[in-house]
């Protein structure tokens, strides 16, 4: 079993910044990956940044490229989403999630993923 512990959402004015954190434990050995996820009210689940824990393999959806940044302290085992230049259209609840893919690489696939976190909430105002 994985357990992922999120951190660090709340609430800015658009423009601004967030830094999101992930903390897993337990028995990482059977995930590959790791990724973000986020989920606004009345719309599916749908991932934000993806990377493999292996390498500096990342991947991002189109609407946060050069915006958002994903990275990782394997000694923490510990995930972060870096979150600059954020938009009303970014609020949501931020999920944490770790999974494996056949093919090693990240993904941005909820049916990648087997274990998530609890959730924490961004909120952007304009």
């Known amino acids: 079993q994985v357990q992922l512990v999120e951190s660090g959402g709340g609430s800015v004015q658009a423009g601004g910044s967030l830094r999101l954190s992930c903390v897993a434990s337990?028995?990482?050995?059977?995930?590959?990956?790791m990724a973000w996820f986020r989920q606004a009210p009345g719309k599916e689940r749908g991932g934000v940044a993806s990377g493999q824990i292996g390498d500096d393999s990342l991947y991002y959806a189109d609407s946060v490229v050069g915006r958002f940044t994903i990275s990782k302290d394997n000694a923490k085992n510990t995930v972060y989403l870096q979150m600059n230049s954020l938009k009303p259209e970014d609020t949501a609840m931020y999920y944490c999630a770790a999974g494996r893919t056949p093919y090693g690489g990240p993904s941005l696939a909820v049916r990648h993923y087997n274990y998530w976190g609890q959730g924490t909430q961004v909120t952007v105002s304009s």
């Open positions: 337990g028995y990482t050995g059977s995930t590959n990956i």
